[in-house]
């Protein structure tokens, strides 16, 4: 069945980095797109980035647009997130998915900016 399985979040101070991965099997990878996806305490989800299967088309929502980068690795299966100049509004559960709504997620990976 799909697994989704994320890793990389932790605690960082504003501006900081962070890197985020999602392992991903039980499914063709290389010709699906995939999705970033967020949800704050006490918020819904919320899209974050999309991918297209060779990496070729890339959308970022608005307010992560110069700050964070999503990029694949169909040899691995892995999807990845780069988070740069972390700001107090990204703090959040992070989760890879197979749609842009969420509906196929892992787990989650927390992320805390905190100072």
């Known amino acids: 069945q799909v697994q989704l399985v994320e890793s990389g979040g932790g605690l960082v101070r504003p501006g900081g980095s962070l890197r985020l991965s999602c392992a991903a099997s039980?499914?063709?990878?290389?010709?699906?797109?995939m999705f970033w996806v967020r949800q704050a305490p006490g918020k819904g989800l919320e899209w974050v980035s999309s991918?297209?299967?060779?990496?070729?088309?890339?959308r970022y929502t608005e307010s992560v647009k110069g700050r964070f980068t999503i990029s694949r690795d169909n040899a691995k299966n892995t999807l990845y997130l780069q988070m740069n100049s972390l700001k107090s509004d990204d703090a959040a559960m992070y989760y890879c998915?197979?749609?842009?709504?969420?509906?196929?997620r892992g787990q989650g990976t927390r992320v805390t900016v905190s100072s």
């Open positions: 998915a197979k749609q842009r709504d969420g509906e196929v």
């Open positions: 991918i297209s299967a060779l990496g070729t088309i890339i």
């Open positions: 039980g499914f063709t990878f290389s010709d699906s797109w």
